[in-house]
């Protein structure tokens, strides 16, 4: 059974920092890529970051450059999030994507609110 299930999410004030996690479980981690998106309320979903199998290959969207750093540790297949510097609208509820081909999965989300 596939699962990924994310955590860490949790309110914030602007400039704090939070760090999220995703566990997978059920496939070949190392095979897929893996990308955080997330949807704030009355929005698109959006790509905030996303990293290859050997975790040599990372992109980010311009909004959290410089902020954000995705990792991932295909021993203990897990992806992580680091959010610094976080802002009022990275609120959001943050979802682990895993992806090959034609084939991804998606976790349950997790939200991340930044409000002082």
């Known amino acids: 059974q596939v699962q990924l299930v994310e955590s860490g999410g949790g309110l914030v004030k602007p400039g704090g920092s939070l760090r999220l996690s995703c566990a997978a479980s059920g496939f070949i981690f190392g095979d897929y890529a893996m990308t955080w998106y997330r949807r704030a309320p009355g929005k698109e979903r959006e790509l905030v970051a996303s990293?290859?199998?050997?975790?040599?290959?990372?992109d980010y969207a311009d909004s959290v450059k410089g902020r954000f750093t995705i990792a991932r540790d295909n021993a203990k297949s897990t992806v992580s999030l680091q959010m610094n510097n976080l802002k009022p609208e990275d609120t959001a509820v943050y979802y682990c994507?895993?992806?090959?081909?034609?084939?991804?999965?998606w976790g349950q989300g997790t939200q991340v609110t930044v409000s002082s």
């Open positions: 990293i290859g199998t050997t975790g040599d290959n990372t």
């Open positions: 994507n895993a992806w090959r081909a034609s084939t991804d999965y």
